[in-house]
């Protein structure tokens, strides 16, 4: 018999059909109720077994983790918390779980850390928080899919492996088949890369906006949505050295048409969440608030998880530039108080995360878009404004998250480009394709990044960012 | 005036409104008919320009290549070959294209070879043939993020950077951040990856299918989209060091299921295709007609591009097992006239590209499905048959392009899958997560991977890997 979802028959009326379902138990009550759990959904199906017509070696298979196919008709349940239950007439155990082994690990019932789940990341999606999570992940992902393939963007695979250092967005990871035991120094005592698979030094990218430039002069709207790499020594709960960025660019758009799209955007995945996984997301508001309870009440979260969720997509976004900011800053109360750990004294000083919380957590009470920042402290592809000391630069500041995106409209002019990139030393010869851009039908242009897991960090509630993706890589650890 | 895309403006009625669009201009003839091509939609728009109305700086900058903003009435076409134009009102030159400069360039309006526009890869995507196959490519993608979403899977992120170098499935690129001018040996004279920023040595992955047997067997069915790497020396034109692929995997389904799911997963994104991008298949198909006339009879395509597409959607895969496609293939007239370079005269020889090409292009002259071959030339973690000898393996070979999916059952028997990785002389230690998921709760579960560049290759009909992906990485080529 052929058999089906665990989501599917939980929505199915029941009639006192047959149905098989294949699942892992979660539980087993009073030698009579299986909790069994397939993954399609965070509810389990309630198997009732009459434990006299089983063979007694089949019911002490029946233990926390093993996996099950059960048959049997499905009818209306008599318990509370189901609508349905399976009389079981069938039983065949795929595999079973050791309890004493179970015990050491992570599938035994009770409550585990999240550092110990971490070290178990291979069994912690069979848990209903990361089971949550993950669903929820996936999710977001199809909504941002959706998104841009409803708004005319083309999919754009940037490329991973790069011959070129130039953004300067941090740290890179080298990429290599040379034989580091035996790597041959040239004349200058400079490693070779002719012999290198590439012919030259490569590493991976840490971002696909300067391609992605090049797709959106042809294509007009296009998106990536590929892992991006940072080599750098970040030991903290918002870091990752590999992690899932999506970056749009859009030919003609200028820096007001960037914030348009990065809020709809943003607003349109969320709502998705929503719309979708509002089970999932029940689960993680209740997980939350339970964990929130050991900590002191002005360290809980001002608004429950979906609260927070609907206030993002049903209200504006504040943007303000960063002179405004600045302003805010250096009169708000922290700062004359000296509780800044960097206080704010003049205009073109960096903003540092706690100044983002302030204007975000404290001051507006909701994501906060900055833009027209110094030039002097973004990147060289951004497009100088007529004042010449700012850049039409933004980001986007998210209550608990911090930085969420960062954009810019692009310098489209091809001598403003070559003076900025002559003036931080940036050899034309290696970006003369970037370059090339701006020589063949140059126009505005704008852009800007998500980091994916700080999205998903959001939504979830969760507050380390080694627990939004599937396999953490951070620094001393690649394990799985 | 707010500005939309060509191919909103293509299928709007004309009524003599204002419409603004932006765009590059494909060719400007007689002083008066602009061709304008936003990347939205092969199409371009045709615009109207009374000469006399503009001024003559203007028009000069009106040349192949440069980027415009042109506002006017949308009215209906006098001419052949579109239905609306624009009267031109109002032009605004975002960006110029100097003739001098483009004559030299893939830009320039004549027939470039495809060697030429690689070399020009940050340009080609302006080319009609370029846009084309990257507009399918993105459909492609979609469709496959769209197939999972809707069949109730989910889509899971496999590291990047893996510690792991035990699947065997090829080469691996080495990923460090150690400075290999002085690389450091420990006592036994080995690189000591301590130092390294993992602690351990660390490779590019080459496939995600462990880690998402992982998590098949927490969330069900499960599915990766991403990036993967070989660092073989393959200049081949169907080879990349860097390749896109798709890999489901699910738990509780057997061999059978998984090839009912790759056939029913690779008719569904095809007949997307079809469905969704009709006027870029019939610009490639004729594309292919044109390229093909030079060829001799024998060597052209039976099928058009998309008849072909419709074969693939319409008909069944053939499925045989290894040992009937031995029979036939000893018993075919190449093999008996000695025409192969490898003939075939026992089970267990390895199928080589001549082999398959003869089984799907001129015995059956449709896709085929291979499945249950020999253990000994598969990978060590596919399911053992009980004749002791064979595996659930299956590839699926396309015409014209070979292997396009290579998948299995997956071995779930703890015992078995040990002993196999201890003929092989894989270290438990390396795999002790893989084999936990045989210790709790193991099902039988299945899964394959399809290369999504070989998978555009057949839907576009071009002929080289390098040309339907936007960056290409081969060896010695990391260039942009």
Redesign the interface.
Same mark, same amino acid.
């Given at each position: 018999m052929k058999?089906v *979802?665990i989501?599917a028959v939980l929505a199915t009326a029941p009639e006192s059909q047959q149905v098989t379902v294949?699942?892992?138990?979660k539980s087993f009550r009073n030698d009579r109720f299986i909790a069994l759990n397939?993954?399609?959904t965070l509810k389990n199906i309630q198997c009732v077994v009459e434990s006299n017509q089983f063979n007694e070696t089949i019911l002490q298979q029946i233990t926390v983790?093993?996996?099950l196919?059960v048959t049997g008709a499905l009818v209306e349940s008599q318990g509370r918390g189901q609508t349905v239950e399976i009389q079981v007439t069938d039983i065949f155990v795929?595999? /079973?779980?050791?309890p004493e082994?179970?015990k050491l /690990?992570i599938?035994s019932p009770k409550k585990h850390s999240l550092e110990f789940l971490r070290e #178990?990341a291979?069994?912690r999606?069979?848990t209903n928080t990361?089971?949550a999570i @993950?669903?929820v &992940?996936?999710a977001l992902?199809?909504a941002i899919?959706?998104y841009f393939?409803q708004n005319?963007f083309?999919?754009?695979?940037?490329?991973?492996? =790069?011959? *070129?250092d130039a953004e300067g967005a941090g740290?890179m990871?080298?990429?290599? /088949?040379?034989d580091?035991?035996k790597?041959s120094?040239n004349e200058a005592?400079?490693?070779d890369y002719k012999e290198d698979?590439?012919?030259?030094e =490569?590493n991976?990218t840490v971002s696909g906006q300067l391609?992605a430039e090049?797709?959106a @002069?042809?294509?007009?709207?296009v998106y990536t949505f590929?892992?991006t790499?940072r080599?750098e020594?970040s030991n903290t709960s918002r870091h990752l050295?590999?992690f899932?960025m999506v970056e749009p660019e859009v030919?003609?758009n200028d820096l007001n048409d960037n914030m348009d799209l990065a809020e709809d955007f943003i607003k349109s995945v969320v709502r998705y969440a929503l719309d979708n996984c509002m089970e999932d997301l029940a689960f993680l508001q209740e997980r939350l608030l339970n964990e929130e309870k050991s900590k002191p009440q002005v360290e809980r979260s001002e608004m429950a998880l979906i609260e927070k969720l609907r206030f993002v997509v049903d209200n504006d976004f504040k943007r303000i530039t960063y002179t405004e900011a600045i302003d805010i800053l250096r009169n708000s109360k922290p700062n004359k108080k000296k509780k800044f750990t960097y206080p704010i004294d003049e205009w073109g000083a960096d903003l540092q995360s706690e100044h983002e919380r302030f204007l975000v957590e404290k001051h507006f009470k909701c994501p906060v878009i900055l833009f027209d920042y110094p030039a002097k402290i973004k990147a060289f592809y951004m497009r100088l404004n007529e004042d010449g000391k700012t850049v039409r630069a933004m980001d986007i500041l998210f209550p608990g998250i911090g930085e969420i995106v960062g954009g810019s409209q692009r310098e489209?002019r091809l001598d403003v480009l070559k003076s900025k990139m002559e003036a931080l030393g940036i050899p034309e010869e290696e970006l003369w394709?970037?370059l090339?851009? &701006?020589?063949?039908? =140059?126009?505005?242009h704008s852009g800007f990044g998500l980091g994916f897991e700080r999205l998903v960090l959001f939504a979830t509630g969760m507050g380390n960012i080694r627990d939004v993706?599937?396999?953490p &890589?951070t620094? #001393?650890?690649?394990?799985?």
């Open positions: 058999s *979802s989501k294949n699942g892992w138990v397939d993954g399609s983790g093993a996996a196919k795929h595999g /079973t779980a050791d082994e179970v /690990t599938l #178990q291979h069994l999606v069979r990361f089971g @993950m669903r &992940r996936s992902s199809f899919h959706q393939n005319g083309q999919y754009f695979h940037a490329p991973i492996i =790069t011959g *070129s740290e990871f080298k990429v290599t /088949t040379l580091a035991k790597t120094l005592g400079e490693v698979f590439f012919g030259k =490569t991976l391609e090049a797709y @002069m042809g294509l007009g709207k590929g892992p790499f080599a020594n050295a590999e899932w030919a003609f489209e394709w970037y090339d851009l &701006r020589k063949f039908g =140059t126009a505005v993706i599937p396999f &890589r620094p #001393q650890n690649a394990e799985f």
